[in-house]
């Protein structure tokens, strides 16, 4: 299903370590964002377009990679946002938002981890 300004969207967010898969498939820089977006478009897409919404993973590795469609997401984002707001402290409240809401996500899972990484 293709996006345009107004169309329902379900955003499927993940957060992946860049070395997850790493003992199966030796490391390969990138893999692991790749392999988890398509992974969440296998999981979740039937189901928005039974739904009539666009699915847009939103997927990313702890060291900052974003998957292709996240890149194009934030892309469309970003053009609509400069095309909408007339100030910068406009603009800049979306991307900010959501990179908090990014940090909100790596710090629960870090979180979650920490006493097992401590053992």
Known sequence: MSLSIG?????????????????????????????????????HVKACEDNQHA?????????????????????????????NFSTPQGRDFVFSRLGFSIQKVMAAQFVARGPAILM
């Open 7 to 43: 169309d329902p969207i379900t955003i499927g967010s993940n957060v992946v370590s860049p070395l997850a898969g790493f003992r199966e498939n030796g490391f390969v820089a990138g893999q692991a964002v790749l392999t988890a977006e398509s992974k969440k478009v296998e999981k």
């Open 55 to 83: 699915f847009v993973p939103l997927s990313f590795d702890t060291f900052g990679s974003l998957a292709p469609e996240a890149v194009r997401f934030l892309s469309k984002v970003q053009r609509v946002v400069h095309n």
